[in-house]
Structure formats: structure tokens, C-alpha cells
């Protein structure tokens, strides 16, 4: 029959589960056993299951139909798995979880039988109890029924063997090859306690994992560890036997006319290097003699109990003797740590950051020291004394350096304002104080921080406010003589009706027109918004940039253009030349070298771009047409220019041009030195 993985099935399946609020699924269940062993989570899950039921509830109910459901594995080697209580008088299946199911999930159950093992160990078992000396022969009884001497006396129970011993303690042993319902387990182990009888657990070899350690763990894990630790936690007060007749038990009982098997138990490797416990599994060849016999319990053959206190004992001591150590390093670092901060602090080298970060590293350190450690609470004050005071003096540290800062920024701001007192004093123009104004403005802002520090007297607050007004008075005194703002078309008219020569005194600061000018953008500084005023210096400027490039186009004609090789342009060099080698005996003769200066620094970058141009085709391009006469005069005039000093700060082009001229030289062209 074919089935749905168990893993799969877990993913899908929702079940009620007593204690956990609303439904969960399966897989999400199982996640909270976290690292817990596979086989003591089995274990714990069983004994819920059983627990519950044999007080008339169930622990866990399906989600989809609510019928109950159990924990178990299908084979003797599989994992545990969830599945449906069995349950007779259901006449249909419509839950796809339940192994009955038919439609398209459905579940395979294996069956399990009394195997040969069972039969011939049990006959062998008793055969080998009637040789011994220590057991009432006529005692041994194969699965006769037991009946109860206590409560009900039709109570009863069919162990696969009883016996008693010549002490009178009575025995009850049952096999088991594979799987056992717990339920049954539970109830058989609560009989024979209530009888006085010691039962005895019988595992062959073949075993079922889950039902041995479900026997071996006992009532210890009713409630599913979290961790390893509450694990441990758990079986430290408990014997963990579960026994097993192998081969080898078989063999040795044959040899010895003696009962002998295997006693499985837990076992514990106290590991020093990393301080923890590490459990295994040990296997022990024991006699019926070497068990511990109580009313209260199962009997055991190994006393786990004591072997893993002692290991909790060595552990523990471990573990203090680390902390006794870390605790003392961690004294003598601390010790170290407060030398250093001194030490640093009386030196000046100590810096807020590092005394954060070796602060932080003592307050570490002192988790690391015992509460109970005599030197724990006086380094303590010692340590926050030493961080107090190297605190203190990196603050008054910093306030040094922050008044010395600020006094530098005074120095500077004071030095702002003898400025503005000389331009004050001095005879400036309205445009001059508009200026200063700004200027002192920006200083303001620049300033506002230093000027409205706690550090700052208020005199320097107070002494710019005496500049501004000295300003406003002077700018309305200067005011008084102002003509009126004209408005802006009617300048910008007169101005572009103006002949050239004329309009060239825009030029000149102190002829008719530039005077004029100046007081119109006095009068618009004092009468018009920022926006007229910016408005008046765009056309104003507008109007010179014109003028100079009317000016340059009339005089400098073949500076402003392009290079043509028809064209002679040595005459008009060499005059440009001259005019730059004056001295300027005008202010307007002063704006003519700086306008020929920048024509003629233009000029050469465009023949710059052409030889360029001219190199990209002879040596990149390759079969591009060259025009080879205009090459040949563009490069005698470039030497020429070269020779006469007019080029300068092109070193790429002038490599070029040689280049060039050897490119010409190879295709026999004669150039004109």
C-alpha cells in the first residue's frame, strides 16, 4: 500500500495538542524538542500519550477529524511517526491522515507477530533460571497468568516468565523483539509495582529503538526537554537500565548454567579541554544477582545515578577552577587597565574614544570576577575614580582647545571688522558700501556661531551692529546728491544708440558716461528691489560685452576668426605684439591689451584644433584626404609663431606640428622655413 512520507505528512498535519493553544503542526511540534535527542524525544511523546490516557483523556487529537492520535515508529529501525488510534467501531475513513484511508494518502501499517526468538528464549531463559541454585525451581512459570493480590482480584497479568528467588523476590520477565504499544507497557509496569513484582524488560538484538529508550528513560522526560542540559537535568535522579538477551548474552548462559544479558545504560565523558559533558551509550554483561531490587521502581543492574553525579561533580569543580582563574586574570587586567588610564591621563596622550574603550574593557573584565572576591569592590571604586578624574581632564582639555579655537576665530572676525572700519573711513561710493554691507552680512552668518558662543563677549555682537548702522548713514548721506533711477529701457536706448567711440567711455571710470552709469546703479541700489538692480547690471554688462566685441571686430578683425590660409596675418601680430609690450597710459588703452591678450591666446587654441585635425588624418585615419598646400602654410605660420614667441604651454601641439612636418617632408612637399 502506498503511504505519504512521515516527513511530508508532518508538514501538512494539524493536531490539537493538550497544553498548546490552538492547533499545531506535527513538524512544528516536533521542532520544539530542539537538539533533543531523537530517542528521548520518543520517549517523552509516549509517555504524555500514556500518561493522558490512563487518566481518561488524550493528549493528542487529530485536527481534521479529532480522533486520537498516538506516537510510534512502523518498523523496528524507522523513526517515530504520528498515526491515529485504532479505533473498531469506525465504519468510514474520510481523513487523509489516517492510515485506513483510501483515497489518495494512504498510509502503510506493518503488523508484527510473535517470532522463533520469542518462543525459544523464553523456553531457554526458563530452562536455564530451573539449573540455578538462587531461584525456587518450582516458582518458574511460562505465561501463566498472574493474578492480582492487591485490589481486584480479577485483575490479571500473563508474563512471559515469572519466578522467585530463594530471598523471596519475586520476578516477572517479558520479551520484546520489536514493537510494543506503550500503552500496554505502562500498564503491565503498573501492575507489577502494584504486585511487588520486579519486572524485567528482555530486548533481542533486533530491537525497536523507540520502545528501548522509551523503557530505558522511564517517567523522566513526562515533559520534553528544551535543551541537552535540562536533559541531563532530567535523568541525573533516575537509573536508566533497559536490558537485552544477545547472542553473546545466549552464548555465555549456555557456557555458564547462569542468566546472563546485557544491561544498556547511559553513560557520561566528562570532557576537560571543553568543559561539558559528552553522553554515549555502555553495555554491561550482568547476572539477575547484580540487580538493585526496590517496590518503587524497576530494577536496575547499573547505577547511572551516582556515575553521572560524579561526572557533575568533576565537571563543576572544572568549571569553578576556571572561574576562580578568569577571575584573577581579569583582576590583574583590570589593575593594568587603571595603570594605563593614569598613566596616560597625567601624560595628555589619553583620548575620549580610548578612555571609552578601556572602560568599556573594565566593566567587561568585571563580569569576569567573582561577587564573592575581597578585591572585587575596591578595584571597583579604584577603577571608577581613575575613569572619573582622566574624564575631568579630557574636558578641560577639550575646553582649552576649544577656547584657543575660539579665539582664533575672533582674531579672524576682528580682523573682518578693522576692515570695514578703514573702508568706512575712508570716501567710498554707495556701490562700494553696498558691498561692504554684504560683505559684513556674510561675516555674520559666517560668524554667528563664534559671536553667539558663551565664550564670546557680547561687545562683538554690539560692534556689528554700530558697522551696519555707520554704513546706513553713509549710504544715505551719499544718497542726498543721487539723481533719480531712470528706468532701465530708457538707459539701455541711449546706451545702444550711442556711436562706438562713445560708448567706449563705458570703459573709462571717470569719463561723462561711466560716471553717469555709476550713479544710475547707486541710485538702483538705494531705490529699486534686488531683482531691478540685478537686472540693471545684466543689461549693463550685456551692453559693454558688445561694445568690446564691436570694438575688437573693427580693429582685430582677423584675431576673432578663424585661420585662413589665404589670409596674412603676420602685420596684425606683430601689432598686437607691440600694443601688449607698452605700458598702458589709459585705462581704456589697459582694457585693449587685455582684450588682444585673450583674442590672440584664442586664436592659437583654433590652430591648435587644426593641427589636430590635420594629425588625426595623417597618422590615425588612415586614407583620409589631406590638403597638403594649406598643411604646408599652416605650419610656416605656426613656426612662425613659434619662433616669435607667441606660443606657449602647448607642448602636445608643438610635437605635432613637427610630426607633421615630417609627414610632409616624406611625400617631397618643400616647406617654407
Known sequence: MNYINSENKNGLWELEIKGIEGPILASDYLGLYGSTPDEARTASIKRKIVVHSAEGGDFIQCGYCGLPVRYRARSATGRAAFYHKHTPELEEVDCPFHSDYKGEFAFYEAEMHETKWHFRTKHFIAGTLKGSEKIKCESIQVEKYIFAEKGDPNRRRKPDIYFEDLSGNRFAIELIQGWLDPEIIHAREQFFLREEVNLIWLFSEGRS???????????????????FAEFESKVRNIQCNAFVFSQEALDKSQESGEFYFEAHFPEFDFKSTELFLEMSYGCQMVVLSDLMLSPERLPYAINTKAALHGKQQELSAAIKEKAQRESQQALERIKKTIKQICEDGDQGTLSGPVLSNLSDEIAECFDYVLSDNSERNPLFELANQAIARAGHRIEEEKKKIARSVHARELWALRIQFAYARRELNQSITIQELTKLKHNLIYVATDYKKVISSELSSRVWDRYLNTLLVKIGQQTDQLAEGLPKPRALWSITNDLLSYSLDK????????????????QQKSAYLIHKSDTEIRVFEEKLNEIKYRTKTQYMNNHWKALMGNWSADFVYEPMINRAGQLLCIDAYSEL????????????????????????????????????????????????????????????????AIDRAYQLRKYLQKNNISIIE
Open 209 to 227: 529503538d523507540s520502545i528501548f529508550y522509551y523503557i530505558m528513560y522511564g517517567s523522566a522526560l513526562e515533559a520534553h526537554p528544551e535543551s
Open 503 to 518: 560708448r567706449m567711455q563705458l570703459f573709462e571710470t571717470r569719463s561723462t558716461l561711466a560716471v553717469d552709469m555709476s
Open 589 to 652: 588703452v589697459g582694457h585693449e591689451q587685455d582684450w588682444v591678450e585673450e583674442a590672440l591666446n584664442k586664436f592659437v587654441e583654433r590652430l591648435v584644433v587644426l593641427i589636430n585635425e590635420f594629425y588625426d588624418k595623417a597618422f590615425i585615419k588612415n586614407g583620409a584626404r589631406i590638403d597638403k598646400n594649406v598643411l604646408d602654410k599652416l605650419l610656416t605660420f605656426w613656426n612662425w609663431l613659434d619662433t616669435s614667441l607667441y606660443i606657449y604651454n602647448q607642448p602636445e
